[in-house]
């Protein structure tokens, strides 16, 4: 149990789909965060949220759109994905300061067909 | 743009050896952390030093941080095959600000044989 937890745990979805992915802390965290994990690359970061507010855009496509409804709870919701997007997503979430260490969920495995 | 990048990419040991990992990173840092990842599971966070620390330890782990060479090891001694993961290090850059800018290296793929 890592005080973050992801659902679900493998999606698999068309090009056409629309589906979302939910990210829940039980830490008292007040940031959120969520990352792209793809074979034989860097993690990605694609959105922050500090205190419900998004606090960066990593010039992510607009058919992945966060939402955080209050700070426990995130979601990356997808529309019209791309087959290149299918990878692992993970959510974390931290104390918001520079030096706080990201709790990590066991993340999403997507893959688009 | 990447940040940090672990050395080696991959790291094979028998069991009872020591793991040495290194990081470089191109700009300066306020802070350098390591993260562990299991095979299908989260980034767990390891230890974090602060760029005005030289060496940290935790347990079984040892990182120094070397500002001026713009590099950082991770020291795992009296390996086990638990240890078997990737290993990443992530820096942080924005002073006093959120933890948005962490920025992770590719990692190093660490495998100890029984």
């Known amino acids: 149990e890592t005080g973050v937890t992801q659902t679900p745990r493998h999606l698999v979805m068309g090009m056409t789909n629309k589906k979302s992915l939910k990210c829940e802390q039980h830490?008292?965290?007040?940031?959120m965060y969520w990352y792209k994990q793809s074979a034989k690359k860097p993690l990605e970061l694609m959105f922050v949220?500090?205190?419900?507010?998004?606090?960066e855009n990593n010039s992510v496509p607009s058919r992945f759109s966060p939402e955080c409804p209050n700070s426990s709870h995130l979601f990356l919701h997808l529309h019209t994905l791309q087959p290149e997007d299918s990878a692992l997503y993970l959510c974390?979430?931290?104390?918001?300061?520079?030096?706080?260490?990201?709790?990590f969920g066991n993340g999403t495995r997507l893959t688009v067909t | 743009s990447q940040q940090g990048e672990e050395d080696p990419q991959a790291l094979s040991i028998q069991e009872g050896e020591n793991a040495t990992m290194n990081c470089s990173y191109k700009?300066?840092?306020?802070?350098l952390q390591w993260y562990r990842q299991n095979s299908g599971r989260g980034l767990v966070h390891l230890i974090l030093?602060?760029?005005?620390?030289r060496e940290k330890h935790s347990g079984r782990l040892r990182v120094t941080l070397d500002t001026s060479k713009k590099s950082s090891s991770l020291l795992i001694t009296a390996s086990r095959a638990a240890d078997t993961a990737s290993y990443f290090c992530?820096?942080?850059?924005?002073?006093?600000?959120?933890?948005?800018?962490?920025?992770f290296g590719k990692g190093t793929k660490l495998s100890v044989k029984p």
């Open positions: 974390a979430s931290s104390q918001g300061a520079s030096d706080s260490p990201l709790h």
């Open positions: 992530a820096t942080g850059t924005n002073y006093g600000g959120s933890q948005g800018n962490l920025i």
């Open positions: 949220y500090n205190f419900k507010e998004q606090t």
């Open positions: 830490l008292g965290h007040n940031a």
């Open positions: 030093i602060r760029s005005n620390e």
């Open positions: 700009t300066s840092i306020n802070n």
